[in-house]
């Protein structure tokens, strides 16, 4: 059977194995839920291993290991004659190509065996927004130290993480980036469809951690509160019998859900990471064969989760994680016969704010606030903004808040008409951070970018966020420079801000063609430097960038 790749994932990998011969080995490749990376990545081995090379594909669950497996034997049978895994009690770690658990091989006795065996060649990460934590780190390098030239893909719908570490641990690049609005737009993906169910549930006292809610928190709050009664009757009254995933924040909470609907006559079932591995499969093949309507599950059913058939998305787990609400959605979108777009269910809470598809970037207030912009004649979001007063200006909306947002912050934001940037200094290992703020376009949203640079390496960008709202925007980016800023750096109140430039600003400045006016001190050289800093990173990655 001949399989053929889609043009933008021959183009991602076109892209990848030439930043590998530049000699840019750690790159990332950064699709939407639901735009075939694991294809993607196969097709890269497949064209690009030679006789005698040898290849590892890691993720961090046992379905993250499976699905690639089965995927290689129906699209490159001949693998199955070098294929291995190295898993558990698995350990065949002689294979030219392993499939393996980062929990296994991250052990320093199972990575020593791997290395043991021989050197690798390449290195694909599955779902890799994880790589930044400690095994995956101790695993690259065990890689790396036994071939300098190890050639390292990392693959994730979401690569940002929320407890403040940023991928540059691990990659130096991002090859390709497309997100669900791409695939929405191309036609890979289907629309989201919001029905949203009011509920007077109040989470305004529940604690944040990394910028989520504490997880033990909201279950008690949920469960008191007769969630699961709730979210099974909204089935009844808007799930129109599709075929659902059910996503509760606790195991408890995803097994009341079961119960309340198996009470109602639908068929329900229940998983999460305890439930027996045979039967969470059984449980799987089950769904994906539509003997059971509705899945609930705990955290499960969210990365590399795969079954095109699921037409409803009960976003029963209330979530302030981009990330984590991206994924969830995504899982949904994926085309199917007969299928034209998929419901999501949304369940409104007081006291605080949760996420919603308006942070996907489909919004009508947005497409107003533009519309408002072109009245007041500015055709593009991305051109300079002279002047936009709230007061005086009723209805320039997201652009007008902005403004006033960024005048209020604590950091010495630079401003280019509609384009924001933040310096944080580096940290006590020399990675430079920049923070990036760019405006909507073509119907999207707010995007807050993240730029990095480690010590003799060149700038590179990450997407944290892409948001409707302009104020979330800001509180998001507030928190990364809070928590990963040198406040003497990035706060615009600091005394040396005030001070004349140093001779070295003004002569790097000339040379940017820019004539220093005498009005400049030390920190609008500052701030402006970066600025073109950063501007320059995302031009060459292919941002549209004044």
């Known amino acids: 059977m001949i399989h053929l790749l889609r043009d933008y994932q021959q183009e991602a990998i076109n892209n990848v194995v030439e930043d590998w011969s530049q000699g840019t080995l750690n ?23 030679k006789p005698g090379e040898r290849a590892i594909w890691t993720a961090h669950r046992d379905e993250l290991v499976q699905q690639p497996l089965a995927r290689f034997a129906e699209w490159w049978p001949e693998s199955q004659l070098f294929s291995g895994v190295v898993k558990a009690e698995q350990n065949q770690v ?40 400690p095994s995956y780190l101790r695993t690259i390098a065990g890689l790396r130290e036994a071939n300098p030239g190890l050639k390292h893909l990392g693959m994730s719908a979401t690569p940002w993480r929320t407890d403040g570490v940023g991928l540059i641990a691990a990659y130096d690049k991002i090859a390709s980036q497309k997100n669900i609005m791409w695939g929405i737009k191309h036609g890979w993906l289907v629309e989201p469809n919001g029905q949203q169910v009011q509920t007077d549930v109040d989470l305004g006292g529940v604690s944040l951690v990394h910028g ?27 799930g129109q019998d599709r075929q659902a995933i059910a996503y509760t924040p606790g195991v408890q909470n995803s097994k009341d859900l079961r119960e309340a609907l ?8 229940h998983i999460d990471a305890s439930t027996p591995l045979e039967e969470r499969r059984a449980t799987v093949r089950d769904f994906r064969e539509r003997k059971i309507k509705v899945l609930c599950n705990c955290m499960i059913a969210v990365e ?37 777009d998929c419901l999501v269910l949304l369940f409104t809470v007081t006291g605080t704010h949760i996420l919603t598809l308006f942070d996907l970037g489909q919004s009508k207030k947005l497409k107003k606030a533009k519309e408002a ?106 928190e990364i420079a809070e928590r990963r800023g040198a406040a003497i750096l990035y706060e615009k109140g600091k005394r040396w801000r005030k001070e004349p430039p140093t001779v070295k600003q003004v002569a790097l400045i000339r040379r940017m063609g820019i004539m220093p006016s005498p009005e400049m001190t030390r920190g609008d050289c500052a701030r402006l430097v970066t600025h073109r800093f950063a501007m320059s990173t995302l031009r060459r990655q292919g941002y549209g960038v004044p």
């Open 94 to 133: 002689d294979a030219r190509l392993i499939f393996a658990s980062i929990q296994t091989i991250s052990r320093p006795n199972r990575l020593s065996a791997l290395v043991e065996s021989g050197p690798f060649d390449y290195l694909v990460v599955d779902e890799c927004h994880h790589s930044a934590a």
């Open 373 to 478: 912009a072109e009245r007041l004649g500015v055709s593009s979001a991305s051109e300079p903004i002279e002047l936009f007063d709230e007061e005086a200006v009723d209805g320039a909306g997201l652009y007008a808040n902005a403004v006033s947002l960024f005048a209020k912050s604590a950091g010495a934001w630079f401003r280019d008409g509609a384009t924001f940037s933040l310096g944080l200094g580096h940290d006590e290992k020399g990675v430079q951070r920049v923070l990036v703020i760019l405006p909507p376009e073509n119907g999207g949203g707010w995007r807050l970018l993240g730029l990095g640079k480690r010590p003799r390496k060149s700038w590179q960008a990450f997407e944290i966020l892409a948001s409707e709202s302009i104020d979330e925007t800001m509180v998001m980016a507030n």
């Open 27 to 49: 790159v990332l490749i950064a699709h939407a839920t639901g735009l075939g990376k694991t294809i993607t990545g196969l097709g890269l081995l497949k064209q690009q291993m």
């Open 262 to 269: 198996l009470g109602r006559g639908v068929m329900a079932a």
């Open 212 to 238: 989520d809610f504490a997880q033990f928190e909201l279950q008690e709050v949920l469960h008191s509160a007769g969630w699961h009664e709730l979210v099974a009757r909204s089935y009844l009254e808007h």
């Open 304 to 340: 590399g989760w795969d079954v095109p058939s699921v037409e409803l998305i009960m976003m029963a787990r209330p979530t302030k994680s981009h990330g984590l609400f991206t994924q969830i959605i995504g899982r949904g979108l994926r085309p199917y016969p007969g299928k034209e």
